[in-house]
């Protein structure tokens, strides 16, 4: 399936289009957010092209207990000197399909803008209910194999009984194969409910055993006791992000899923208000010191998650990034 429109002439305008409705069909939005959806994308996308030149879209369907479709607009541009005034009515450099970014905040359900001169701007619109589930915001995005329609890299969140449970899979290689690779761990993954993320990888691993193989990271979140335990096989990477900027790496087992390993040791950890966990593929490059950490304070996981794209995607394999954090209270 494909996750991202790379823009750089005015076809794929259209295609992010149609894929923004294929999205909003699928998420079962109503019909007007669904042409929101479709308007705002082709304002994105028509600003990538106006303004940066070039640039990415990342549309993606968020977990939570309602429909909520994301998508993110990335690019390495020139940057918007004042936000504040692009916002404003009546601000415009050129003509505009949808009016702006100023209307673009008007009908999204969300909308947040971060754009830093010479770097370049990263804007992100949800429609739907916000992407909280059981007391755990999430923002989550693939991104494929450049010219690939497939995607071998796969997530799944989910609510077990108020605990949430967030799983990164890494298909061997890329392409349709590999596609098919994390949908198999991903199917398998749902009929396995168990509280222990270890003992849960392994079972999926002896269920895939002779398959073409996965790396992946189960994480478990309790918000209500601020609880965190990980399990991985292969080199899913695992970040827990304090306020602070102090970085924990939890580990994973070397293998694959559907091979011969071991059960994996379990991370255990307490996550607190304002902590932000990131899980990632190694499509995307990992972090080499704090001053590499896109900026959480005062953003979406759903933010935090496009700038790691923008920033991080080594551009040449699928790739995979979910951040997680405990939700305000009136978020959830």
Do not use: W
């Amino acid at each position: 399936m494909r996750h991202v429109v790379d823009i750089s002439d005015p076809s794929a305008v259209a295609e992010a289009r149609r894929l923004a409705r294929n999205l909003a069909q699928t998420a079962a939005l109503p019909d007007t957010r669904a042409e929101a959806l479709a308007i705002v994308v082709t304002e994105m996308a028509t600003n990538l092209l106006r303004h940066a030149r070039a640039g990415q879209l990342l549309l993606q369907i968020q977990p939570g207990k309602g429909p909520h479709v994301s998508v993110a607009a990335i690019d390495a541009g020139p940057g918007i000197p004042d936000v504040d005034l692009a916002l404003s009515d009546g601000f415009s450099t050129g003509s505009s399909a949808g009016g702006g970014l100023g209307a673009m905040r008007r009908l999204a359900d969300s909308f947040e803008i971060r754009s830093t001169p010479g770097q370049g701007t990263v804007t992100v619109c949800g429609f739907g209910a916000a992407p909280v589930l059981a007391g755990v915001e999430v923002g989550a995005y693939l991104m494929n194999y450049p010219g690939d329609r497939a995607c071998g890299d796969g997530l799944l969140v989910r609510d077990v009984s108020g605990r949430v449970d967030l799983f990164a899979v890494d298909g061997l290689g890329h392409g349709a194969r590999a596609e098919a690779a994390a949908a198999e761990a991903i199917e398998g993954l749902e009929a396995l409910r168990g509280e222990d993320p270890a003992r849960t990888l392994s079972e999926l691993s002896a269920r895939l055993a002779g398959s073409r193989g996965s790396v992946a990271a189960l994480a478990q979140i309790e918000a209500a006791d601020g609880r965190l335990r990980l399990a991985g096989i292969g080199n899913i990477a695992a970040l827990l992000v304090q306020p602070n900027g102090q970085v924990k790496r939890l580990i994973s087992r070397e293998g694959r899923l559907g091979g011969a390993v071991r059960t994996p040791p379990v991370e255990e950890a307490v996550i607190r208000p304002g902590d932000v966990l990131i899980l990632h593929s190694d499509g995307l490059s990992t972090l080499r010191s704090h001053a590499e950490l896109p900026s959480t304070a005062g953003h979406s996981c759903a933010m935090i998650a496009a700038q790691f794209m923008r920033d991080r995607s080594k551009g040449r394999d699928d790739c995979c990034v979910i951040v997680a954090r405990l939700a305000r209270e009136e978020a959830a």
